[in-house]
């Protein structure tokens, strides 16, 4: 989900992990908050509350971002039902290619944080750099992998300065397909005699067509196979590239589609390939986010572009784009809310130690009254708690 890939955003997950390894307070009881208070179910934008349509969910609308990543290990089938069992409506997948075509759920195409592969001798050749969206990596990538090689790794903790106790499940689950999660999903919604709502990006799409693994078909034919492709699939659809989105629409791909957007300066990469001079300011204007909403129904903005940071790191006033976007006919899901002092704005930090949690539930709630109609966190039980909190005023 994050555009991490940012100097700024890279900066500061490295700047978190060198000022302390503090293990976060979690205790024994870090999913019960959810648990406890899950009940209120919000109506949705509808009117109904539980529907195959995006406007029956509750609003806000809890994302699990990449599970519940900063309980278990991202983007694994233990954050996964750790999400889901915590309350979250809809859990997220991001979406990248093996080698021999098969779409895994990992954040970054680079695996080197987030499995052993670096301590795995027989795979020691295979480390590389390339260059994705315009910056160089060096790493192991999905796409040297063919998935009988990728299945025999273990998923690990991406930021273990941070999250040190979320290295103690280093090992436990494997890097799970997109159709183990889809075949996940079905299985809980029988258990639960509801369906699960997943919400899936495609990751760097530009690149993987150009390298011959283009996302977008692979996706729709899953998609169509666990009967997620409709309008009410139970499935958001997520790119921070427009045309895959508009791609996947061509190809008959009916779900609600989410544009992401990254810091005001930057620009979709598949702009940058085809030369388009449009910047992110460019698409939040009114102009902009009529353009968006013939193609998508909502836009996934980061935090910052709803509420900007001074030089401080403090919050500063609202921007419109919450007006904006709904005049458009656009919902908001931006990203993300975390728990730890060092991901949030400097009002709502507590203590010195980067690692501890500050006040997140303050956070969220004044986040959910610029009017968003939900948001990705990666402590989903807070975000139900606080979501609950603020619909009862």
């Not at 970054?108 to 480390?127: G, L, Q, W, Y």
């Not at 060092?342 to 956070?363: E, I």
Request: charged fraction near 25%.
């Amino acid at each position: 989900m994050d555009q991490e890939q940012r100097p700024g955003r890279r900066t500061l997950l490295g700047a978190a992990a060198a000022l302390g390894a503090g293990a976060v307070v979690l205790g024994g009881g870090a999913g019960t908050a959810a648990a406890a208070t899950a009940a209120p179910v919000t109506q949705g934008r509808g009117g109904g509350t539980g529907g195959g349509s995006y406007k029956d969910l509750p609003v806000p609308t809890v994302i699990g971002h990449r599970g519940a990543c900063g309980y278990r290990p991202e983007h694994t089938l233990g954050s996964y039902q750790f999400a889901l069992d915590n309350g979250a409506d809809v859990i997220e997948q991001d979406v990248v290619p093996t080698k021999d075509g098969h779409l895994v759920c990992r954040h970054e195409n680079d695996i080197t944080a987030t499995t052993d592969v670096a301590s795995r001798p027989e795979f020691a050749s295979r480390k590389t750099t390339k260059t994705v969206d315009g910056e160089a990596h060096t790493g192991w990538f999905t796409e040297d992998f063919t998935l009988a090689e990728l299945k025999t790794l273990r998923a690990k903790e991406r930021i273990p300065g941070n999250r040190q106790h979320n290295t103690l499940y280093d090992g436990v689950w494997q890097v799970p397909t997109f159709e183990e999660v889809l075949k996940w999903a079905d299985e809980q919604g029988r258990k639960r005699g509801r369906r699960i709502w997943l919400h899936v990006e495609t990751k760097h799409p530009t690149y993987f067509r150009k390298a011959g693994l283009g996302l977008e078909e692979r996706l729709a034919k899953l998609l169509r196979r666990y009967n997620r492709s409709g309008r009410n699939g139970y499935t958001f659809l997520q790119s921070f590239e427009p045309s895959s989105l508009q791609r996947l629409g061509r190809l008959g791909v009916d779900c609600p589609k989410v544009l992401l957007l990254d810091d005001l300066t930057t620009q979709p990469w598949d702009f940058v390939e085809a030369k388009d001079p449009r910047k992110v300011a460019d698409l939040i204007t009114p102009a902009g986010l009529k353009w968006v909403s013939g193609f998508a129904q909502g836009i996934g903005p980061w935090l910052n572009l709803i509420i900007p940071r001074d030089k401080n790191d403090k919050l500063t006033k609202p921007t419109t784009l919450v007006r904006d976007a709904h005049a458009a006919g656009l919902i908001l899901h931006p990203y993300t809310m975390r728990n730890e002092n060092s991901f949030l704005p400097a009002d709502f930090r507590r203590g010195t130690d980067p690692n501890a949690y500050g006040d997140a539930l303050a956070a969220f709630k004044t986040y959910f009254a610029t009017g968003i109609d939900g948001i990705f966190s990666d402590n989903c039980d807070t975000a139900v708690l606080a979501r609950n909190l603020f619909v009862k005023g």
